[in-house]
């Protein structure tokens, strides 16, 4: 663990050292913002407020404490980059990259059969028999791509995915 004010150590953590005060042993942010960060303390205390996050650290138990900051210095730093939407953005858009993969997936799995549908019916690649299998049987000799699908999209939303929990 890292040493911080008042355990041996003559630099104030980054919060007292940001907010300009003394750093007692008693500090509830010397464990959590240490003199070597800097700029997470200050991100909370621009989202959240010192008085805050001093407050919410004091109520949880001290086991808790560690995961609770890294969620407020997780939340202020997305609020830091997206003062709109901050992590919920980020989650969103996150989602829309999921949604783009799957499409992405099925496409390539689509493929994947329609090339096994061709190599065991039998057809060769040759330019008088490419295309899809359905060209080769109904005579057309126009060549098309490997692959051909219409894929109809939810746009319902507008590209905007709900959450899936509450925020």
């Known amino acids: 663990m890292k040493e911080y004010c008042g355990k041996n150590s003559s630099s104030p953590c980054a919060g007292c050292k940001l907010l300009r005060r003394r750093c007692g042993e008693d500090?509830?942010?010397?464990?959590?913002?240490?003199?070597?960060?800097?700029?997470?303390?200050?991100?909370?205390?621009?989202?959240?407020?010192a008085s805050n996050v001093s407050k919410m650290l004091q109520e949880l138990p001290e086991h808790k404490?560690?995961?609770?900051?890294?969620?407020?210095?997780y939340e202020a730093n997305a609020r830091v980059r997206d003062p709109v939407y901050g992590c919920v953005?980020?989650?969103?858009?996150?989602?829309?990259?999921?949604?783009?993969?799957?499409?992405?997936?099925?496409?390539?799995?689509?493929?994947?059969?329609?090339?096994?549908?061709?190599?065991?019916?039998?057809?060769?690649?040759?330019?008088?028999?490419?295309?899809?299998?359905?060209?080769?049987?109904?005579?057309?000799?126009?060549?098309?791509?490997y692959f051909h699908m219409d894929l109809d999209v939810d746009q319902s939303n507008n590209g905007f995915n709900e959450p899936m929990w509450p925020c």
Do not use: W
């Open 27 to 49: 500090c509830v942010f010397a464990p959590y913002f240490p003199a070597d960060e800097p700029h997470k303390f200050a991100n909370v205390h621009k989202v959240f407020g």
């Open 65 to 73: 404490r560690g995961d609770a900051v890294s969620s407020m210095v």
């Open 89 to 145: 953005g980020a989650i969103s858009s996150l989602q829309q990259q999921i949604d783009m993969l799957r499409t992405q997936l099925a496409m390539a799995q689509a493929e994947v059969v329609h090339l096994r549908l061709r190599q065991s019916a039998g057809i060769t690649n040759s330019p008088i028999n490419s295309g899809s299998p359905s060209s080769h049987i109904m005579g057309s000799h126009q060549p098309k791509g």
